[in-house]
């Protein structure tokens, strides 16, 4: 009997690595053979801000070009690639009401368990809460991205993480933060973009409508830095080439840069950063496909919290070297051979720890 899965994630803002993250993680369960979906979770927070109300009502006229060009876009890519539930939750309340069944519940990547830069951390359903008494719970690569859990909320933590049958948590630095906490048996484990091949993510990037005619370098940037900009100008004029950037915010066409994507599709992000003579970037997920690619990437770090899943990626894969820490250009050439075979290790723990608590379920679990 074919194993069920329901995975909750990130997976509605209008942002790259979320999408593609959990088309990762899930195409990867469903490569094993488990009949996996996603639990199409869609809370209003994603897109509201905590802001002053004048600078809330500004945000929302500014905004709304980028919104309304995003959720068509990125649904779109959701629609196509992802199974998903048949029904759109908006909160914790709607999925305990009518939970889809399921053999394994599954909540994965991305900021899910931060709860000092995001709401995610504080919303009981990022922690399984809703699944029915007796099922299999289980976390794969869910990131803290904190340098610690908030006091005021390790009581809480530890009532939602300790009744999980299997954890792994997406940073190395947070193993220790849950097992302060008394969960025990936790596992650092790679993001499910890794999960996958590049000749998986080559599928995506094909079904692109960029088709490439000069070389570049692009840019894949958020807060807008402009120290990553002026960085990446100086790193093209020195290899004679162009700056593309993308983005998903439409103030960005204002940034120094000789072409804009915006809100282009997550299959031109991919093909973007597969095609690029370098990648500058302060995004996780803009770091994560350069190494996929064995691109040469300069990775600027940003002035938020967010840092140690960054940093963290960098010192597990030997490539500490490519974080841009002064005004110097960086090398533009990498030897990918120790970070390969350390992903290439990381990967089968990462695999092994899927196929062990979810794909391989006993029979009687069906």
């Not at 690639?81 to 909540?107: F, G, H, N, W």
């Not at 010192?315 to 290439?344: C, F, G, M, T, W």
Request: charged content about 25%; proline content about 5%; aromatic content about 12%.
């Amino acid at each position: 009997m074919t194993v069920t899965s329901y995975t909750i994630t990130c997976s509605r803002p209008t942002n790259y690595g979320a999408v593609l993250q959990t088309y990762g993680l899930n195409t990867a369960l469903r490569k094993m053979g488990v009949d996996a979906k996603v639990l199409d979770y869609n809370p209003e927070y994603y897109y509201t801000s905590m802001q002053p109300l004048p600078i809330r009502m500004v945000r929302a006229v500014v905004r709304f070009p980028d919104l309304a060009k995003g959720r068509k876009v990125f649904g779109k890519f959701l629609e196509d690639y992802v199974p998903m539930s048949t029904k759109t939750y908006r909160t914790l309340a709607e999925i305990e009401a009518d939970v889809p069944q399921s053999d394994v519940y599954i909540c994965g990547s991305d900021q899910i368990w931060n709860c000092r830069n995001k709401l995610n951390g504080k919303d009981d359903a990022f922690f399984l809460s809703f699944a029915p008494a007796g099922t299999r719970k289980v976390a794969y690569a869910a990131s803290i991205a904190m340098p610690e859990i908030p006091d005021d909320q390790k009581d809480r933590y530890r009532r939602l993480i300790s009744d999980f049958d299997a954890v792994s948590v997406r940073e190395p630095s947070s193993v220790p933060m849950l097992e302060d906490l008394g969960i025990s048996n936790v596992q650092s484990v790679i993001d499910p973009v890794f999960l996958l091949e590049k000749d998986d993510w080559n599928v995506i990037a094909d079904a692109s409508d960029f088709t490439p005619t000069e070389d570049y370098v692009l840019v894949y940037g958020y807060n807008r830095q402009k120290d990553v900009y002026a960085y990446a100008r100086r790193l093209a004029k020195q290899l004679g080439v162009r700056v593309y950037t993308i983005g998903t915010a439409i103030e960005d066409y204002t940034l120094d840069q000789d072409r804009y994507f915006w809100n282009a599709s997550p299959n031109t992000f991919v093909n973007l950063i597969r095609n690029a003579k370098a990648v500058v970037t302060n995004s996780f997920h803009g770091t994560v496909f350069s190494i996929v690619y064995n691109k040469p990437f300069h990775f600027f770090t940003v002035k938020q919290t967010t840092n140690s899943r960054m940093l963290d990626l960098l010192d597990a894969l030997a490539l500490k070297d490519r974080h841009v820490a002064d005004n110097n250009l960086l090398d533009n050439q990498i030897d990918y051979d120790e970070p390969n075979q350390l992903l290439s290790e990381a990967n089968s723990r990462s695999l092994n720890f899927l196929q062990m608590n979810i794909a391989n379920l006993p029979q009687e679990s069906c």
